[in-house]
């Protein structure tokens, strides 16, 4: 890694690599009166700038802070409004720890409205959420066993399933509708239901097997199964030597996934998630079928509504902290996880689970951590948004501004771990940056949109020196390309 701060060779050849272009009036780059004593380090990186062409008219908004002193080493367009994508994750992380603390819970609890006499609950049951995002399948089964050994056996009345916790707004302001058909694009529910550990909230994940016989229809399992997913599957299973062309699209606002393609015959599982519309009535379903298994039986119907103050509270679920969900979240770039912070932020903070105040509460915050936000645009938590606006500085400041904070040790933690395989320690950046010089030694958020790539976080170089950095690439012609420029970057910081 860079040992001194960096020298004026250094900033006009970056710079060219950073335009994509020799015009350098356009620029007023910023850099340290000390200069590299490397001759190589400056060649080698020449080399590489000279190659790129990839940034030809883009924008490339890059800061790097000594990680010890804060100091700014190198400024590229670092006071530029950029979209971050999901780099904008590290803001609501920071801001959430602030506000809820690393032991935060959410709490699912369940009501009833009537006595319980022999077994019976004269009245109707009532499943309350408050922003459990990793509420499963198995603690709904965990709550009607509950309620079994308390000795009910009938619910002489309706299930009730009651999201009032949150307002009803599902999607963040610039949510694309065509997002909304993918599981990054889940709707935020109070009473919500995640298939499994990676807690892709009111998702369903589908395993897709090839059938025993050629030209069969492939098989298709839901998990969990629910009521609130029809699945139209029109795809066959093909011999060995063919293609992999399996699709599953999600109509937008219908219950309908159309499989199609071709999946040959010696495929293993090929694993997909699709979104719930209704996560209140998918979590309904699920506790619905939990009550069956436990011998429960329900008279009435079951429809959404709200829990009664006079309500006597029967038996709760207590989610794991937030220290622990971080780590899909961030590691995994979870957007519903995101969202749902927000609103919560909202309610501790504000009185109010919505968007609007969730951002307010979020951005307040930031200040709080001593980063000014008056030049920011922060229209979601998640990165979503294509006019969320923030500088690399912005972020740059954050990264070394929360080093104090006692929850930083959590917040690192949950940051993905340059070239490390396991999918919930190096996240999305288990296939990057797994040279000899930073495999294990970058913890950076990614973040991707059409035309955007960004990464930033902490490296620690080749002679122990430790970084702060933030790359913000906007107008790319292809955001993929964007990857490979970054980590040849911090491939070359890390080296020195």
């Given at each position: ?12 050849t970056?710079?060219?690599l ?7 009036a ?5 850099y340290?009166?000390?200069t590299?004593?490397?001759d190589?380090?400056?060649?080698t990186?020449?080399?590489l700038?000279?190659?790129e062409?990839?940034l030809q008219?883009s ?5 790097i802070?000594?990680r010890e ?7 590229n ?8 994508a999901s ?11 602030q506000?809820l603390?690393e032991?935060?819970?959410?709490i ?8 319980v006499?022999?077994?019976t609950l004269?009245g ?5 959420g408050?922003?459990?995002t ?5 603690n709904?089964?965990k709550?009607?066993?509950n309620l079994?050994?308390d000795?009910i056996s ?11 916790w949150?307002?009803q707004e ?10 909304t ?6 709707p935020?529910?109070?009473?919500t ?6 807690y ?22 839901s998990?969990?199964?629910t009521?609130e997913?029809?699945?139209i599957?029109n ?8 293609k ?5 699209g ?5 219950k ?8 040959p015959i010696?495929?293993?599982?090929v694993?997909?998630?699709?979104p719930?519309?209704?996560?209140t009535?998918?979590?309904l ?5 939990s009550l069956?298994k436990?011998?429960?039986?329900v ?7 709200t ?7 029967l038996?709760?679920h207590?989610?794991?902290p937030l220290?622990e969900?971080?780590?899909p979240f961030m590691k995994?770039s979870n ?7 927000v ?13 609007e105040k969730g951002?307010?509460?979020?951005t307040?915050?930031l ?9 920011m645009?922060i229209?979601?938590g998640s990165g979503v948004s294509?006019?969320?606006l923030?500088?690399a500085?912005?972020i740059t ?5 929360i080093q104090?904070q006692?929850?930083?040790p959590?917040f690192m933690?949950s ?5 490390e ?9 288990r ?6 010089n930073?495999?294990?030694k970058v913890?950076?958020?990614t973040g991707?949109?059409s035309a ?6 902490y490296?620690?170089s ?5 970084y702060?950095?933030?790359i913000?690439?906007?107008h ?5 390309e964007?990857k490979?420029i970054?980590?040849k970057?911090i491939?070359l910081?890390a080296?020195?």
């Amino acid at each position: 890694m860079i040992k001194k701060k960096l020298g004026v060779l250094f900033i006009i050849t970056l710079t060219m690599l950073l335009l994509g272009s020799g015009n350098l009036a356009a620029l007023s780059p910023v850099y340290a009166n000390n200069t590299v004593h490397t001759d190589s380090f400056l060649l080698t990186l020449q080399k590489l700038l000279e190659t790129e062409s990839e940034l030809q008219g883009s924008l490339a908004g890059i800061s790097i802070r000594d990680r010890e002193a804060g100091e700014l080493l190198f400024e590229n367009m670092a006071d530029v409004r950029l979209a971050p994508a999901s780099n904008m994750k590290l803001f609501t992380a920071a801001a959430a720890l602030q506000i809820l603390g690393e032991d935060y819970s959410f709490i699912t609890e369940v009501y009833g409205d009537g006595k319980v006499e022999k077994g019976t609950l004269k009245g109707n049951l009532y499943i309350k959420g408050n922003g459990d995002t990793s509420l499963s399948p198995e603690n709904l089964d965990k709550l009607a066993q509950n309620l079994k050994k308390d000795g009910i056996s009938v619910i002489e009345g309706d299930i009730v399933a009651d999201d009032s916790w949150y307002d009803q707004e599902p999607y963040s302001v610039d949510l694309a509708w065509s997002d909304t058909t993918t599981y990054y694009g889940a709707p935020v529910s109070a009473l919500t239901l995640s298939p499994n550990k990676e807690y892709d909230a009111g998702t369903v994940l589908l395993h897709l097997r090839p059938s025993d016989e050629i030209g069969e229809s492939i098989e298709i399992d839901s998990e969990p199964n629910t009521n609130e997913l029809k699945i139209i599957n029109n795809a066959i299973t093909v011999k060995e030597e063919n293609k992999n062309t399996i699709k599953v699209g999600k109509k937008y606002n219908s219950k309908e996934v159309i499989i199609e393609g071709e999946l040959p015959i010696n495929t293993k599982v090929v694993k997909e998630w699709v979104p719930i519309d209704d996560p209140t009535s998918y979590t309904l379903d699920i506790f619905r079928q939990s009550l069956e298994k436990q011998g429960i039986k329900v008279t009435g119907e079951a429809f959404k509504g709200t829990t009664p103050q006079l309500a006597s509270l029967l038996t709760t679920h207590k989610s794991i902290p937030l220290s622990e969900l971080l780590v899909p979240f961030m590691k995994l770039s979870n957007n519903t996880i995101a969202e749902t912070l927000v609103k919560e932020m909202g309610v501790v903070r504000l009185g109010e689970g919505s968007f609007e105040k969730g951002l307010i509460a979020l951005t307040d915050e930031l200040e709080t951590l001593s980063v000014p936000t008056s030049n920011m645009l922060i229209r979601d938590g998640s990165g979503v948004s294509p006019i969320d606006l923030v500088t690399a500085n912005d972020i740059t400041l954050l990264l070394y501004s929360i080093q104090k904070q006692g929850w930083f040790p959590t917040f690192m933690t949950s940051l993905p771990i340059s070239g490390e395989e396991d999918r919930l320690v190096g996240g999305t950046l288990r296939n990057r940056l797994n040279s000899e010089n930073t495999k294990g030694k970058v913890y950076a958020k990614t973040g991707t949109l059409s035309a955007v790539s960004s990464l930033s976080g902490y490296v620690e170089s080749k002679n122990g020196k430790e970084y702060i950095f933030s790359i913000l690439f906007n107008h790319l012609v292809d955001e993929e390309e964007g990857k490979i420029i970054e980590d040849k970057i911090i491939e070359l910081l890390a080296s020195y």
